[in-house]
């Protein structure tokens, strides 16, 4: 009997010992454990956890999204003035008939949104995501995670699924200023 599993991209060394800000990014933990740290919209959209997929460690999320337009899984968060961050993360997405992307959003206003290139629609292999986040001094907490958006045709057939793996937001540090007198101070 073969088995395949689809390819893992491997990390950096770097980011694979920075300090992860997410809780259970990896999806390890049951995702029902209180507080629930991962939000799902719309509410009801199916979330099962799969471990004959998973890109590290023991499990990975599954999500099944139906016929719903858009469906995110994301983290709130408090943010200091002038930080930065990249949120990073493995997508697999099967017969899914639209962009799946990483977005982060002021919370609490939205005045505020990134988003990153979106991943293949069908794939074999986990696509690696990545946004770098520089929030502005207004924003103070940010909602951070992946969003899936319907596409307006339907291009593959079949049920779809987003199998997701390996997220971390790692914080980058306030931006240092290189230019001298930059506020023409002198």
Same mark, same amino acid.
């Given at each position: 009997?073969?088995?395949?599993? $689809?390819?893992?991209?491997?990390? +950096?060394?770097? &980011?694979? +010992?920075?300090? @992860?800000?997410?809780?259970?990014?990896?999806?390890?933990?049951? %995702?029902?454990?209180? $507080?629930?740290?991962?939000?799902?919209? $719309?509410?009801?959209?199916?979330?099962?956890?799969?471990? &004959?997929?998973?890109?590290?460690? =023991?499990?990975?999320? /599954?999500?099944?999204?139906?016929?719903?337009?858009?469906?995110?899984?994301?983290?709130?968060?408090?943010?200091?003035?002038? +930080?930065?961050?990249? %949120?990073?993360?493995?997508?697999?997405?099967?017969?899914?008939?639209?962009?799946?992307? %990483?977005?982060?959003? &002021?919370? !609490?206003?939205?005045?505020?949104?990134?988003?990153?290139?979106?991943?293949?629609?069908?794939?074999?292999?986990? !696509?690696?995501?990545?946004?770098?986040?520089?929030?502005?001094?207004?924003?103070?907490? %940010?909602?951070?995670?992946?969003?899936?958006?319907?596409?307006?045709? =339907?291009?593959?057939?079949? $049920? !779809?699924?987003?199998?997701? @793996?390996?997220?971390?937001?790692? &914080? /980058?540090?306030?931006?240092?200023?290189?230019?001298a007198n930059g506020d023409f101070t002198m």
């Open positions: 009997k073969l088995v395949a599993y $689809p390819p893992i991209p491997v990390e +950096s060394n770097a &980011d694979a +010992s920075a300090k @992860d800000l997410l809780v259970n990014g990896g999806f390890e933990k049951a %995702l029902e454990e209180e $507080p629930r740290a991962w939000a799902v919209q $719309p509410a009801g959209t199916a979330l099962s956890p799969v471990e &004959d997929v998973a890109a590290e460690g =023991k499990r990975a999320v /599954r999500i099944e999204p139906g016929d719903a337009k858009s469906v995110s899984v994301t983290q709130t968060f408090k943010v200091p003035a002038q +930080s930065r961050y990249e %949120l990073q993360g493995l997508a697999l997405p099967q017969n899914v008939n639209g962009a799946v992307k %990483l977005i982060a959003r &002021d919370a !609490s206003g939205n005045r505020y949104s990134a988003e990153s290139g979106a991943a293949p629609g069908n794939s074999s292999a986990w !696509s690696p995501l990545s946004l770098k986040i520089a929030a502005p001094a207004f924003v103070k907490e %940010l909602a951070v995670g992946v969003e899936y958006v319907a596409a307006a045709q =339907k291009i593959y057939e079949g $049920p !779809s699924a987003l199998v997701l @793996d390996r997220f971390k937001l790692i &914080d /980058r540090g306030a931006p240092v200023n290189m230019v």
